[in-house]
């Protein structure tokens, strides 16, 4: 009798679990909607309109992530999802109380400390967008957003045809492949800068981490970087594909080393110490000489980078302006007529320094950089921290010649990839706690404790 009651359970005292219920359709559709509209505000059209207003729509994730819940209370891995706040928090904390402090000090307008609030408020959003994904999606959170990332870009060309014709348009794309990124007119068009830079982080993904285990997933992976690398030289970002393949060669060069881990840590010290040379060299204009003398085009960034110098201290006691204080200069330029539109800095290492001070761009560094690759490293694994470095490895590239540190889409990648791809742990962990025991393993256990018995 007892035998009968235990394989009935299937383990002594603990039900079986039941089988993991997925996504209703109407969240899932209505997160592909909320997050295809907020992308759409990446289209030049839209941008010039309504600025970073669509962006906001990506919260309505937080209404599909309680929707489930209502339908679908999963408390452990709300608990889970919840457990990145804390760590992703600690940049918005940084970004605020710096610049709070700097704003006080320094009597800042008003009209500068709500552009800084805005800019704060948006980075707020990417970090509760990326949790409500993961919580909603886990390990399928990434290819979620490749989705609808895919289908943003492919609903920009579709939007620009009109303008151009078909027939030209086709032309263009064809041209600027071609090319490797040389064309004008509808491509021109589609220089999406955001969710271009997003797409390199995706190649890393699905080309050296993404599962591989079976035949559709290598064919999925295979499609995913192929779309990749289209949308990359459509939207004419060709100069970060060398940046892609420096950091799939660091994953190559980590995973064979014995000591991965130190690796990976002495990777952002080095970083965090290049920075600091890299903006003595831009403020002394050594830098600039240097790639002028190989007859490199800085496209007028010589001028960008030199026009704050009277502006800011390259010491370790400079305070800062503030969270968009560079923006108010470069708008303050172009009003003076140095500037025939108020460029963005093309150089996201030195505005951050500008508006952030020296102990703000050090503890910046500091978190991005070490702080974090721990964090994965200590609370997850090897190989999530090794996707955060090999992702931030590429956008940092940028960050030296563009405005991507910042940039929604951008942020929103650098924190869900890993956080997604942590989740495999997660799911494993929980498959080892419900898993039933066998028949076998239920009549050894009788026998044991019958054979104790007779002792």
Not at 60 to 66: D, L, V
Not at 79 to 96: C, E, H
Request: aromatic residues 16%; glycine residues 6%.
């Amino acid at each position: 009798m007892a035998y009968r009651q235990l394989l009935a359970h299937d383990a002594a005292g603990v039900e079986p679990s039941a089988p993991k219920k997925s996504v209703p359709g109407i969240v899932v559709i209505l997160t592909v909607a909320c997050t295809v509209i907020a992308g759409l505000g990446d289209w030049k059209v839209l941008n010039d309109a309504l600025k970073g207003l669509p962006k906001v729509v990506a919260l309505g994730t937080i209404a599909c992530a309680f929707l489930n819940f209502l339908i679908k209370a999963d408390f452990a891995n709300f608990k889970k999802a919840v457990s990145y706040f804390p760590m992703l928090l600690l940049l918005i904390a940084l970004y605020t109380l710096v610049s709070m402090y700097i704003w006080i000090t320094e009597f800042t307008k008003m009209a500068l400390i709500s552009r800084g609030a805005q800019k704060i408020l948006f980075q707020t959003i990417t970090i509760i967008y990326a949790v409500c994904m993961c919580y909603l999606f886990e390990t399928r959170a990434v290819n979620i957003l490749f989705f609808c990332m895919c289908v943003t870009n492919g609903a920009i060309m579709v939007l620009e045809m009109p303008k151009y014709g078909i027939a030209e348009s086709i032309s263009s794309v064809v041209t600027c492949i071609v090319t490797f990124g040389e064309a004008e007119g509808y491509v021109r068009a589609l220089e999406i800068h955001d969710i271009t830079f997003l797409f390199g982080q995706f190649l890393i993904y699905y080309m050296a981490f993404a599962p591989r285990e079976t035949k559709g997933e290598k064919r999925f992976c295979r499609l995913a970087s192929f779309l990749c690398l289209f949308f990359m030289l459509v939207g004419l970002k060709r100069s970060t594909l060398p940046a892609v393949f420096m950091s799939l060669l660091y994953v190559w060069i980590v995973r064979r080393s014995k000591k991965t881990n130190g690796l990976i840590l002495a990777t952002g010290i080095v970083f965090f110490i290049f920075f600091y040379i890299f903006l003595y060299l831009v403020r002394t204009g050594m830098l600039v000489e240097f790639l002028e003398s190989f007859g490199i085009d800085m496209m007028g960034r010589h001028l960008l980078w030199s026009l704050p110098n009277p502006y800011y201290e390259f010491s370790p006691f400079w305070k800062g302006l503030g969270f968009e204080g560079v923006t108010e200069l470069t708008g303050m330029w172009y009003d003076a007529g140095i500037l025939n539109r108020p460029y963005p800095l093309h150089n996201d290492i030195l505005k951050l320094f500008i508006e952030l001070g020296a102990p703000g761009f050090t503890l910046w560094s500091l978190l991005n950089y070490v702080f974090f690759p721990i964090y994965w490293m200590k609370r997850h694994d090897t190989q999530t921290a090794l996707l955060y470095m090999a992702i931030l490895a590429y956008m940092s590239v940028t960050y030296l010649t563009d405005n991507t540190a910042l940039y929604f889409w951008s942020c929103i990648g650098l924190r869900l990839i890993p956080m997604s791809y942590s989740y495999r742990l997660h799911k494993q962990e929980k498959q080892r706690l419900w898993k039933g025991v066998t028949a076998m393993d239920a009549a050894n256990e009788i026998w044991n404790i019958e054979m104790k018995g007779k002792i």
